[in-house]
């Protein structure tokens, strides 16, 4: 019996490994595919100063309009990375998204406007990202000043040495550097100081909850109070509500962006 039983759940384990094989080659040639058919679209979230109450900025956010309608980054990112498409598409989300702000810029806006850009580790420990950043700044006419890039936390744990002086020279330029979804890692804020960043996007995970849990709200408190020591701007992430909003501001969180403010959204939609 027990015996069966243990054939069985390997046969089990076999198939599985094998369908999750396929599915990937399935998704490797259909982002294949899609880099050829020019299927990706950069949107852009507004990032709001909490004090003013202006946009200061924008999260450039990929989607992909496939055949079979849009999907989600949270799916096809992964499987980017895997299959190492993500170098190709890292770099196309890059161009792009500079391009557009250069635009916007040169027809008059804010010449601070920050536009942030999310990148991959995978693509950012590549021996030329450097010289590719460089590259697009110079083709696009965008300032270095007014592109972030978005890192997580993992990013800086796993390939500290390499990501360390990759963003020293990254700031040398003149380009900013975000720590996004901190809080979901296992990381200190002591141990993150020593790379130089200049935004701590506090995950949206605490902010969903803050109003309904003590503990989430003592978090977010704690990040704030933390990170008002090390010279670094918070961004809030994922507000969905005024009372959010006002919650974060009497904290003293600077910036935020979320569904309250601005859906992701193509930069033709945007007001002028
Ligand atoms: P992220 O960088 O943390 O981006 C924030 C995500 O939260 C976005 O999801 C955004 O649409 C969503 N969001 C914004 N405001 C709200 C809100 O008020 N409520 C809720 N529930 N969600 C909100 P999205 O666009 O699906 O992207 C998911 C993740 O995929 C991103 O998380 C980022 O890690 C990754 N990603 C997106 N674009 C790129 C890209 O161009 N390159 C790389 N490497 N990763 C990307
Ligand atoms: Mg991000
Ligand atoms: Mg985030
Ligand atoms: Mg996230």
Known sequence: KAKAKGFGSYALFEVSMIEQSIAKTRITNELKLAIERQEFRVYFQPVID???????????????????????PGVFIPAAEDSGLILQIGNWVLRESCQQIANKLKAGWRSDFDVHVNVSVRQMIQSDFYEQLVQILQETGLPPHNLTLEITESCLVTQSEVVASLIKRVRQLGVSIAIDDFGTGYSSLAYLHQFDFDYLKIDQSFIARMLENIQ????????????SGFKVLLVGEGVETELQANRLRELGCQRVQGYFFGRPAPLESWPE
């Open 50 to 72: 909490l004090q003013t109450g202006e946009t200061i900025g924008a999260e450039a956010l990929i989607r992909w309009q496939s055949p079979r309608g849009m999907i989600s």
């Open 216 to 227: 989430d709200e003592a978090i977010v408190s704690a990040i704030i109070s933390m990170a």
